[in-house]
């Protein structure tokens, strides 16, 4: 079955950088885009961003575009996220989750890693 | 963008009973040139990820016991467990996917 393992997460301060990975496996990872949902401790689910299957296309919530990149590397099974100019209301659990096409749109996560958290705080 | 609105924030349903929770989208989340409904069911049990349970509105994930099941279409959407277990206690939440992915907050099932 789909393997999605992430790691990175940490306690950073504000105004920090933190890169998140999720290593892929048990399944062809190059031909499926991906997505980054995050949860606040003891809140909901939010999406975060999203990269296509080629790494072309990316897209970013409102609340993180300027701050996140979400990349890639195929050769390497690996999605990542990195993180700039942190603040105290990205303090999350940060799951990363395969979509079911190339493409990010009309597309929907079937397989959900175990999160990373990430705590924002001096 | 799309806001997807769930009710109840939390129901209490006795064992071997019904639960009903509701999923409003504020625009209409099918898709005309195919007539599917871009509407996902996740549950989410304490310290672990979201599963999903149902997709397009109505077709369960492989897997997923018959006792669930999903309806609607457009904007109104409704997921049902006819006879609740003591292991379908979790959060429950919709999902639109037809455009900037969105969840709603969130809906508790306890016994």
């Known amino acids: 079955e789909v393997h999605l393992v992430e790691s990175g997460g940490a306690l950073v301060q504000p105004g920090g950088s933190l890169r998140l990975s999720c290593a892929a496996s048990k399944f062809t990872f190059s031909i499926y885009a991906m997505t980054w949902v995050r949860q606040a401790p003891g809140k909901g689910l939010e999406w975060v961003s999203a990269i296509s299957a080629t790494g072309v296309s990316t897209y970013y919530a409102d609340s993180v575009r300027g701050r996140f990149t979400i990349s890639r590397d195929n050769s390497k099974n690996t999605l990542y996220l990195q993180m700039n100019s942190l603040r105290a209301e990205d303090t999350a659990l940060y799951y990363c989750?395969?979509?079911?096409?190339?493409?990010?749109?009309?597309?929907?996560?079937?397989?959900w890693g175990q999160g990373a958290l990430v705590t924002v705080s001096s | 963008d799309i806001v997807m609105t769930q009710s109840p924030d939390s129901l209490a349903v006795s064992l071997g009973e019904r639960a009903t929770i509701n999923c409003k989208s504020s625009?209409?989340?099918?898709?005309?040139?195919?007539?599917?409904?871009?509407l996902a069911w996740y549950q989410q049990k304490p310290g672990q990820p979201p599963k999903m349970l149902i997709y397009w509105a109505s077709t369960r994930e492989s897997g997923v016991p018959d006792r669930f099941s999903g309806s609607g279409s457009g904007t109104d959407f409704t997921l049902t467990i006819s006879s609740l277990q003591a292991e379908d206690v979790a959060v429950y939440y919709c999902?639109?996917?037809?455009?900037?992915?969105?969840f709603g907050q969130g809906t508790k099932v306890e016994i």
């Open positions: 999902q639109q996917y037809y455009t900037t992915p969105a």
């Open positions: 625009q209409s989340v099918l898709y005309n040139s195919n007539n599917k409904n871009y």
């Open positions: 989750a395969k979509l079911t096409s190339p493409e990010v749109w009309l597309s929907r996560s079937d397989f």
